[in-house]
């Protein structure tokens, strides 16, 4: 089993519905994060909780609404999304954040797709 | 503002040649300067970590170079493999802001058999 584990893998969900990623790490971390990556362009972070809390969030639409109810899984909640939010979505964890030489593991994303 | 810069985007060699793949950074402020390696569809994974007080980290046929100074660094695959093949990314960690890496768009590389 690996690290950090996210499902789904693809999704491809209409403007109007309501959808989840879920991710869950078995590594004892205590910092985990939410990354968007388009095609082409830099890794972009959304989200950052480190114990639980949420310690960042990078003026991200509140169409994405991150939910952390453990240190152990992480969710990113979806609603009236746009096109242009089709992207991978990956999710990370780190022992804790706001370290010097902080490794990410990461999972393997979830492929979305807005039509 | 911190900018990170990969180039070219994509690269095509043929097995077993060694090759050279760079990044560059505006800001020479840095904790430290990170490679990943991901491959189609799938999440990163760290391939070396190279702190701001060193010129180099070694894994394996891999060797990261980092020049604060001018602001580049350098990952060298020795013996290239059709394995190898993956988008490799650089990230900065800068000093300003502790916990937030600064990404460059990738380098594609494809090792043909």
């Known amino acids: 089993e690996t690290g950090v584990t996210q499902t789904p893998r693809h999704l491809v969900m209409g403007m109007t519905n309501k959808k989840s990623l879920k991710c869950e790490q078995h590594l004892g971390h205590n910092a985990m994060y939410w990354y968007k990556q388009s095609a082409k362009k830099p890794l972009e972070l959304m989200f950052v909780?480190?114990?639980?809390?949420?310690?960042e969030n990078n003026s991200v639409p509140s169409r994405f609404s991150p939910e952390c109810p453990n240190s152990s899984h992480l969710f990113l909640h979806l609603h009236t999304l746009q096109p242009e939010d089709s992207a991978l979505y990956l999710c990370?964890?780190?022992?804790?954040?706001?370290?010097?030489?902080?490794?990410?593991?990461f999972g393997s994303g979830t492929q979305l797709s807005v039509l | 503002k911190q900018e990170v810069t990969q180039i070219p985007a994509a690269l095509s060699v043929p097995e077993g040649e060694n090759l050279v793949l760079n990044c560059s950074f505006t800001d020479s402020a840095i904790y430290n300067l990170q490679w990943f390696r991901q491959d189609p569809g799938k999440g990163l994974t760290s391939l070396l970590l190279i702190q701001s007080s060193q010129r180099e980290q070694t894994s394996g046929r891999l060797n990261a170079s980092l020049d604060k100074s001018s602001g580049r660094s350098t990952l060298y695959i020795a013996a290239s493999q059709p394995g190898d093949s993956a988008t490799y990314l650089c990230a900065v960690r800068p000093l300003r802001s502790n916990y937030q890496l600064i990404w460059g768009a990738g380098t594609k590389l494809i090792i043909k058999p």
């Open positions: 990370a964890s780190s022992q804790e954040f706001d370290r010097e030489y902080e490794k990410l593991f």
């Open positions: 909780y480190n114990f639980k809390e949420q310690t």
